[in-house]
């Protein structure tokens, strides 16, 4: 059945709490991973929003009640994301997000075709029979990235995990870290990561953004030496990590798992009753490190990819 919608651009901030409550309410209605956690919306807000014009890459679809039935985002490398509510999935939202977002990049591409003329990228959950059936009707193939979704009930506490002498487990300074705070992220994610401590402290203005979950692991010298953002959906009561790392100099020192049992502690806390977290296949230190924590592999989730 199809469905009378409007569609228009990304207005500011109202408009980013009404997309996480489309997302939180998804989520009470299907599973744990058929939708983005508010987790992967907002980081995927920020590098979005670090260099490009929100309103014209983010597009919202709403229902004749006004309430917000979809969203789409075009991203850099391309890659295209569409969340639609289960009520209005595949009654025509995704079909008009995927003609926007082609149009879009085909207008990009013309000013810029190094930046926006490669391949363009969605994806989908192994199981998701329906997102891979419509991707393929439109030109997509499915591409060798795999990532896999791992999950952790807090049931059980956290383990306890000893902490190397004169380090801190605590969460980031409420002023005055966020430049190393960037700093560690461009280390650890280089060369995909180049955001600035501007970029940072802009981050932790976010709605949704914790910083009691935003957790760091601090050498006695004052390094920021391990991380991990933590993000909740109260609603579904449902933590989520990312992203994670470690400086190379204090990697194998444990630190990068005590920040990550400190943030499950304060989750628990929080009320939260699971959490999950996301690794590409390849990334065998980071599954073994999640699998030591209690985390279990749930599902698979494979990119799929469009020439232009």
Known sequence: MRHAFTSRQYAGED?????????????????????????????????????????DHIRLWHDERGVLAGLALLGEDPAFECQVLPDHAWSGIEIEALAWAEARRAELAKRDVLRWGGAFVWGARHDDTQRITFLEQHGFRRGEHIEVNLLRSLGEPAPDVAIPNGYQIRA???????????????????????????DYAHLMRYPGYHRELDIVAVAPDGVIAAYVNGWIDPVNQIGDFGPVGARAAYRRRGL?????????????????????????????????????????????????????
């Open 15 to 55: 408009d980013l709490l009404q997309m996480q409550g489309l997302l939180m309410d998804a989520r009470s209605r299907t599973d744990d991973w058929r939708y983005w956690h508010i987790g992967d919306l907002m980081w995927a807000f920020f590098l979005l929003e670090r260099h490009l014009e929100p309103r």
């Open 172 to 198: 980031v300074a409420e002023s005055g870290e966020a430049d190393q705070r960037a700093e560690v992220e461009r280390e650890v994610w280089q060369p995909y990561s180049n955001i600035s401590g501007e």
């Open 256 to 308: 990068t798992r005590a920040v990550l049992a400190e943030d499950l502690r304060r989750m628990r806390a929080l009320g939260m009753n699971r959490v999950c977290v996301s690794t590409d296949e390849l990334n065998i230190p980071a599954l073994r490190l999640y699998e030591s924590l209690g985390f279990t592999v749930v599902n698979q989730y494979h990119d799929y990819a469009k020439s232009a």
